[in-house]
């Protein structure tokens, strides 16, 4: 990413949304944690930003009654940004029905929110920016026309009211703040997504292609007898003098502020076998799939930010800004889709369109928006920091946002390689025989994997695959890490750019009688690529076991608990641990513990249910206490904390410690076995389960068994069909 327009300002935002599900509101800002952490603003003051969308919701100021405002929270928050030096765009309404005595479909809506937008101007009349009412169209459309936010409404009339109703509210709440600050100015958001179809379907995709711009429209005074939707309006119940407002008193944004995300523009398809169920739905006329249109072959340049924001200056031919630059997926992933908006924003730029800033969105992560906040899962997406992290921890989104808000460029090696949108196995259908733009043939940085033969090794190289890393892994007999000379021909042949080590002897119960080997594997081989990782200026990452522990300390161990290794395994990865940081300080050591996965049949939760499978019975220890690790979010946590740039020791073990038998007690129910046949057994009584200091990164144990089970789904629908029971799924 470079900085080639000094004009193109970064800005930041925090996910703040406030929705209103039944009779319950969720608030992202507390279940993020940043309501409670005023010392958040210091972090994003440290990325170099100057300017911050910010919350001064309406549900949190006046949640009882319109008069009984408590500005406790801002008091303590707005005037903090100034002395940041960091300008706020005020948000009164983020995806909200606002508080309970009112909502998108109430008559009085519009005033109401035009009363607390003066009130909030009075008491801060520096703020020379708001956002009265984040995206009122998809809200609108989320809220009254497919029913996933109060108040539920699946119709166009109750749609066109909250659309209507949230517009009048963000032209009367610029009246009401224009009278305290004349040059207050309106950034204005919305997510202009665009609608492709097949030829069947072409007239629902020209619907919705029109739609996308009725809040841009009805503010900018567009909206009259002859625009495609005013009839649609009257027929629903919005009165002509309602629209007419709109056309006497425009109030065009001073700002357009295009929220553009992957899953924006949008493909319809009458062919349903062709997609998966959950993308199944239809119209009053017929039944298609609604996909990400980036799945589906399209020519060049017709999805993307890019198109989006040409479309909304050519229709407005006002200033544009990107408002919302997030994407939820692995760091890499995270980085391309950032550079991809901001080289489109730069490109755009130099064409003569006004483009202002991009902003990184969702600088603490957001909290449950793969469901659209309609499901408590508890699944967090990073943005800028990662808040699993006491105090939040910076990315690499942070680190690339805090290199171009300060005019430097920003590289990662992640960047080589296209986005999961840009590769040619993101299709849900085979693409057309006409030639799919080539990847740039400039030479990729790569990863070197060790231990290629290895589940670890095997689960990196997967995963990498997956994630459009280019590696090369190599095995035993290619490289043995214990001799230096090898190593460092390898490093210097292969040139990476990381080294992650999955190489080791795994053999707990022959580590004994095989120490030499061990040791040399273990310890030795560990601190000969540290050596030759430092010397290059090679990151390097290494996996370290909770067995490094004796288990005597009674609860989960974390980062900073003393090692006391008390078996041969352990202490030679205990050595590994010592040796590779006097080597290289700034390598990365993983511990972890008891993998379990779904592309392996020889780990103890595929042995646990091949035995129930088959009626016999296991046993299984009741005493020892044990982190189990799902491999996969093992590899995912540990390649991002290696792109984040992350050192030092770090426990990666997913949350939830149970005994050996209550592992299989778990992994029996899910698969619907008896119980009984899974007995306890008396050991060594020791807990050397993993918890962490520095962040717990893993999701639940609960969470990772039901993944293992869906990656294998087939497998165990067939196992329980044959005993006449339900698949749990």
């Given at each position: 990413m470079k900085r080639r327009d000094a004009t193109i300002e970064i800005w930041g935002g925090h996910e703040c949304t406030v929705a209103r599900i039944g009779d319950d509101f969720r608030s992202e800002g507390s279940e993020?944690?940043?309501?409670?952490?005023?010392?958040?603003?210091?972090?994003?003051?440290?990325?170099?930003?100057?300017?911050?969308?910010?919350?001064?919701?309406?549900?949190?100021?006046?949640?009882?009654?319109?008069?009984?405002?408590?500005?406790?929270?801002?008091?303590?928050?707005?005037?903090?940004?100034?002395?940041?030096?960091?300008?706020?765009?005020?948000?009164?309404?983020?995806?909200?029905?606002?508080?309970?005595?009112?909502?998108?479909?109430?008559?009085?809506?519009?005033?109401?929110?035009?009363a607390y937008a003066e009130k909030t101007a009075q008491r801060y009349p520096w703020i020379e920016r708001y956002t009265p009412v984040n995206e009122p169209l998809t809200t609108a459309r989320f809220s009254a026309l497919y029913g996933h936010w109060y108040p539920h409404e699946r119709n166009d009339r109750a749609f066109l009211r909250a659309l209507i109703n949230q517009c009048s509210g963000i032209r009367l709440s610029m009246r009401s703040i224009r009278r305290v600050n004349p040059q207050a100015q309106l950034v204005q958001t919305e997510d202009l997504g665009r609608i492709f179809s097949t030829e069947r379907l072409a007239y629902q995709a020209e619907l919705e292609n029109e739609r996308r711009w009725l809040s841009f429209d009805l503010l900018c005074g567009k909206v009259d007898r002859r625009h495609p939707w005013w009839e649609s309006f009257i027929a629903n119940g919005v009165g002509e003098r309602e629209l007419a407002a709109f056309l006497e008193e425009p109030c065009a944004p001073d700002v357009v502020g295009i929220d553009h995300y992957l899953t924006s523009d949008r493909f319809l398809d009458e062919r349903l076998p062709l997609y998966p169920k959950e993308f199944h739905g239809g119209n009053q006329h017929h039944r298609y799939a609604d996909?990400?249109?980036?799945?589906?072959?399209?020519?060049?340049g017709a999805t993307g930010p890019a198109p989006r924001l040409r479309e909304a200056w050519e229709r407005y031919r006002l200033p544009v800004a990107v408002t919302e630059a997030h994407h939820g997926c692995s760091r890499d992933e995270q980085l391309r889709w950032f550079a991809e908006i901001w080289d489109a924003a730069h490109d755009l730029k130099a064409t003569g369109v006004d483009i202002r800033a991009v902003t990184s969105w969702a600088m603490f992560g957001s909290m449950d928006w793969s469901s659209l906040l309609t499901r408590k899962r508890g699944h967090y997406e990073p943005g800028a920091f990662d808040i699993r992290s006491d105090p939040p921890r910076r990315t690499?989104?942070?680190?690339?946002?805090?290199?171009?808000?300060?005019?430097?460029?920003?590289?990662?090696?992640?960047?080589?390689?296209?986005?999961?949108?840009?590769?040619?196995?993101?299709?849900?259908?085979?693409?057309?025989?006409?030639?799919?733009?080539?990847?740039?043939?400039?030479?990729?940085?790569?990863?070197?994997?060790?231990?290629?033969?290895?589940?670890?090794?095997?689960?990196?190289?997967?995963?990498?695959?997956?994630?459009g890393l280019d590696h090369v892994a190599l095995s035993r007999s290619r490289l043995d890490i214990a001799d230096a000379k090898q190593v460092e021909c390898a490093l210097d042949e292969l040139?990476?750019?990381?080294?992650?080590?999955?190489?080791?002897?795994?053999?707990?119960?022959?580590?004994?009688?095989?120490?030499?080997?061990?040791?040399?594997?273990?310890?030795?081989?560990?601190?000969?690529?540290?050596?030759?990782?430092?010397?290059?200026?090679?990151?390097?990452?290494?996996?370290?076991?909770?067995?490094?522990?004796?288990?005597?300390?009674?609860?989960?161990?974390?980062?900073?608990?003393?090692?006391?290794?008390?078996?041969?395994?352990?202490?030679?990865?205990?050595?590994?641990?010592?040796?590779v940081q006097e080597m290289f300080p700034e390598a990365l050591v993983l511990r972890t513990s008891?993998?379990?996965?779904?592309?392996?049949?020889?780990?103890?939760?595929?042995?646990?249910?091949?035995?129930?499978?088959?009626?016999?019975?296991?046993?299984?220890?009741?005493?020892?206490?044990?982190?189990?690790?799902?491999?996969?979010?093992?590899?995912?946590?540990?390649?991002?904390?290696?792109?984040?740039?992350?050192?030092?020791?770090?426990?990666?073990?997913?949350?939830?410690?149970?005994?050996?038998?209550?592992?299989?007690?778990?992994?029996?129910?899910?698969?619907n076995f008896t119980r009984r046949l899974v007995k306890p057994v008396a050991r060594i009584e020791r807990n050397t389960a993993l918890g962490s200091a520095r962040g717990m990164l893993l999701p639940s144990l609960d969470n990772a068994i039901e993944r293992f089970f869906r990656e294998n789904e087939h497998d165990w629908k067939a196992a329980t069909t044959a005993r006449g029971l339900a698949f749990p799924g």
């Amino acid at each position: 990413m470079k900085r080639r327009d000094a004009t193109i300002e970064i800005w930041g935002g925090h996910e703040c949304t406030v929705a209103r599900i039944g009779d319950d509101f969720r608030s992202e800002g507390s279940e993020t944690g940043h309501d409670a952490r005023l010392a958040d603003l210091e972090l994003v003051a440290s990325l170099g930003v100057k300017t911050v969308r910010y919350p001064a919701l309406w549900e949190t100021v006046a949640p009882l009654h319109p008069d009984e405002c408590d500005w406790r929270w801002l008091d303590e928050r707005l005037p903090r940004l100034r002395q940041l030096g960091l300008s706020p765009i005020a948000g009164l309404l983020h995806h909200g029905s606002g508080p309970r005595y009112t909502n998108l479909l109430d008559v009085k809506f519009p005033e109401l929110l035009a009363a607390y937008a003066e009130k909030t101007a009075q008491r801060y009349p520096w703020i020379e920016r708001y956002t009265p009412v984040n995206e009122p169209l998809t809200t609108a459309r989320f809220s009254a026309l497919y029913g996933h936010w109060y108040p539920h409404e699946r119709n166009d009339r109750a749609f066109l009211r909250a659309l209507i109703n949230q517009c009048s509210g963000i032209r009367l709440s610029m009246r009401s703040i224009r009278r305290v600050n004349p040059q207050a100015q309106l950034v204005q958001t919305e997510d202009l997504g665009r609608i492709f179809s097949t030829e069947r379907l072409a007239y629902q995709a020209e619907l919705e292609n029109e739609r996308r711009w009725l809040s841009f429209d009805l503010l900018c005074g567009k909206v009259d007898r002859r625009h495609p939707w005013w009839e649609s309006f009257i027929a629903n119940g919005v009165g002509e003098r309602e629209l007419a407002a709109f056309l006497e008193e425009p109030c065009a944004p001073d700002v357009v502020g295009i929220d553009h995300y992957l899953t924006s523009d949008r493909f319809l398809d009458e062919r349903l076998p062709l997609y998966p169920k959950e993308f199944h739905g239809g119209n009053q006329h017929h039944r298609y799939a609604d996909v990400d249109a980036v799945r589906v072959d399209l020519p060049d340049g017709a999805t993307g930010p890019a198109p989006r924001l040409r479309e909304a200056w050519e229709r407005y031919r006002l200033p544009v800004a990107v408002t919302e630059a997030h994407h939820g997926c692995s760091r890499d992933e995270q980085l391309r889709w950032f550079a991809e908006i901001w080289d489109a924003a730069h490109d755009l730029k130099a064409t003569g369109v006004d483009i202002r800033a991009v902003t990184s969105w969702a600088m603490f992560g957001s909290m449950d928006w793969s469901s659209l906040l309609t499901r408590k899962r508890g699944h967090y997406e990073p943005g800028a920091f990662d808040i699993r992290s006491d105090p939040p921890r910076r990315t690499a989104v942070g680190h690339a946002v805090e290199a171009l808000a300060s005019g430097r460029d920003y590289d990662h090696p992640a960047l080589d390689s296209p986005g999961w949108w840009r590769r040619d196995n993101r299709f849900f259908l085979s693409p057309s025989s006409r030639s799919l733009p080539r990847s740039s043939t400039a030479p990729r940085r790569r990863l070197l994997i060790t231990g290629a033969n290895g589940l670890l090794g095997q689960a990196l190289a997967r995963i990498c695959r997956l994630r459009g890393l280019d590696h090369v892994a190599l095995s035993r007999s290619r490289l043995d890490i214990a001799d230096a000379k090898q190593v460092e021909c390898a490093l210097d042949e292969l040139r990476p750019w990381a080294v992650v080590n999955a190489a080791g002897f795994v053999r707990l119960a022959d580590a004994e009688a095989e120490y030499e080997r061990c040791m040399r594997v273990n310890a030795l081989g560990p601190e000969v690529l540290a050596a030759a990782c430092a010397q290059r200026g090679v990151s390097f990452v290494t996996f370290s076991s909770d067995l490094v522990f004796n288990g005597r300390l009674g609860r989960a161990y974390v980062e900073d608990d003393e090692p006391a290794p008390a078996c041969i395994y352990g202490r030679s990865k205990f050595q590994a641990e010592q040796r590779v940081q006097e080597m290289f300080p700034e390598a990365l050591v993983l511990r972890t513990s008891a993998f379990f996965c779904p592309w392996d049949r020889t780990n103890f939760a595929y042995r646990v249910l091949r035995r129930l499978d088959s009626g016999l019975g296991v046993e299984a220890s009741a005493d020892e206490i044990v982190a189990p690790t799902y491999t996969p979010d093992l590899v995912q946590a540990a390649l991002d904390l290696l792109i984040d740039g992350e050192t030092g020791v770090w426990h990666l073990a997913n949350a939830g410690e149970v005994s050996w038998h209550d592992f299989a007690l778990r992994l029996a129910a899910s698969a619907n076995f008896t119980r009984r046949l899974v007995k306890p057994v008396a050991r060594i009584e020791r807990n050397t389960a993993l918890g962490s200091a520095r962040g717990m990164l893993l999701p639940s144990l609960d969470n990772a068994i039901e993944r293992f089970f869906r990656e294998n789904e087939h497998d165990w629908k067939a196992a329980t069909t044959a005993r006449g029971l339900a698949f749990p799924g």
